[in-house]
């Protein structure tokens, strides 16, 4: 039975969402010292995803119930991840290279081995966790958890409809996997404003990423215009076209797919939105070897970074936070999860002295997906997005398989 809430209306549900961002952005601005240091250790985009998260657990509206998140994800969303990608630097991704691949798939691994150990541990304390719902089930809603962390939403839902769990076990776990990683990505955005120090203890050389950063600026102030309506035109124009095209092929590619070639829903190619992610970002990165990238000089990514916190926003008012205390025992094994996967990425990421952006945007790159990775990316510099949207779409193509693996392992190790 759905809660009560005091708005229901869309409408006003999205000018709460402005008026946060608003409010959120212009307390950022004021030099007062402490709200300087709040700002320091929460940065807006933190609060941005929580006080609507706060909104939506004291009912004042239902995230689950409304719109608006499905509006954003499903046209705004392909929309931000072209504008940003269209500013996308080849040359600058192949200076990146193999560490930035290393620390995404050492994150990987780290969920695979993480889910299975962290059950193994729980178990041992308190058995009976596991014993809920119908045969036994608890590990076939944990194994969507890890095609969500290893992928995205496409591969928990993939994987729901290959492991079977129960309704009640499903909301169960992911209530799990909506906390413990957005509380992860909290802690990931905390460390971007604290980056320089994370290098040092990482002995990392960031220079690759500060030289990014500043070619954008270079570029942009050289380039940077002020943008007249057709420049909007154009931006938003453009932006839609290909998501309209992304859509269209989608709904060609999907069906064909999942006649000819049903076993593939293993690798989440029967998603559409799989495959519009898929697309808008090869249109994305085609289109920054030609003219459309210009439109970058007119704002495309200030526009894109407008939507990518309407975005966040939206994402946030979906949280509950007072779902842990409906099982305590399975956030757990949801927090051991995440450490063993914090464990690998940190690792790989020392060893390989890699700079912070790449432990961060490389762990999100699994436990969210293009969204969030988008959020991190995007934190460090508007221009950085494009890099989270790769591994992320990466993380969607091997998504469902490790994440069915992962389950597997966790039912032997329940055996």
Not at 41 to 61: D, E, M, R
Not at 184 to 207: E, Y
Not at 367 to 390: E, K, N, R
Not at 402 to 409: C, E, K, N, P, R
């Amino acid at each position: 039975m759905d809660k009560e809430v005091l708005i229901t209306n869309d409408a006003v549900v999205a000018g709460i969402l402005f008026f946060i961002l608003l409010a959120v952005f212009k307390a950022a601005r004021y030099p007062y010292p402490l709200l300087q240091k709040f700002f320091t250790f929460f940065p807006p985009i933190l609060l941005c995803y929580f006080l609507p998260g706060l909104l939506n657990t004291l009912g004042v509206f239902s995230g689950e119930n409304s719109q608006v998140y499905p509006f954003v994800s499903k046209y705004l969303l392909p929309a931000t991840l072209f504008l940003f990608t269209i500013s996308l630097d080849i040359d600058m991704l192949k200076k990146l290279g193999w560490k930035a691949l290393v620390v995404f798939l050492s994150g990987t691994l780290g969920v695979i081995i993480g889910g299975p150990l962290a059950v193994k541990i729980v178990y041992m304390i308190k058995p009976e966790v596991f014993m809920m719902g119908t045969e036994n089930e608890v590990w076939k809603g944990l194994g969507t958890i890890a095609g969500s962390w290893i992928g995205g939403g496409a591969n928990q839902t993939a994987l729901k409809e290959i492991l079977q769990p129960s309704a009640y076990v499903f909301s169960q776990t992911v209530a799990v996997d909506v906390l413990v990683a957005e509380a992860w990505l909290a802690v990931l955005l905390i460390g971007v404003a604290n980056a320089p120090k994370v290098n040092k203890w990482l002995n990392a050389d960031a220079s690759i990423v500060e030289e990014m950063k500043s070619k954008v600026a270079e570029l942009a102030k050289q380039n940077d215009k002020i943008p007249s309506y057709y420049d909007f035109l154009k931006i938003f124009g453009i932006s839609m076209v290909f998501v309209g095209i992304s859509y269209f092929l989608a709904d060609l590619v999907t069906p064909w797919v999942k006649t000819n070639h049903p076993e593939w829903s293993k690798f989440s190619l029967t998603s559409t939105f799989f495959w519009v992610v898929f697309l808008i970002t090869v249109f994305g990165i085609v289109s920054s070897r030609t003219k459309v990238r210009e439109l970058e000089h007119a704002g495309a990514s200030k526009i894109a970074s407008l939507m990518l916190y309407l975005l966040v926003a939206s994402i946030g008012m979906q949280m509950d936070l007072l779902a842990i205390a409906d099982n305590m025992w399975l956030f757990l094994v949801g927090i051991i999860w995440i450490v063993v996967h914090v464990f690998f990425v940190v690792l790989a990421s020392k060893l390989l002295k890699a700079p912070y952006f790449m432990l961060a945007v490389g762990s999100q790159a699994n436990i969210g997906g293009a969204a969030s990775a988008s959020v991190v990316a995007g934190a460090f510099h508007p221009t950085l997005v494009p890099i989270g949207v790769i591994f992320a779409v990466l993380g969607y193509a091997i998504g469902t398989y490790g994440g069915y693996l992962t389950a597997i392992l966790m039912h032997w190790v329940l055996s």
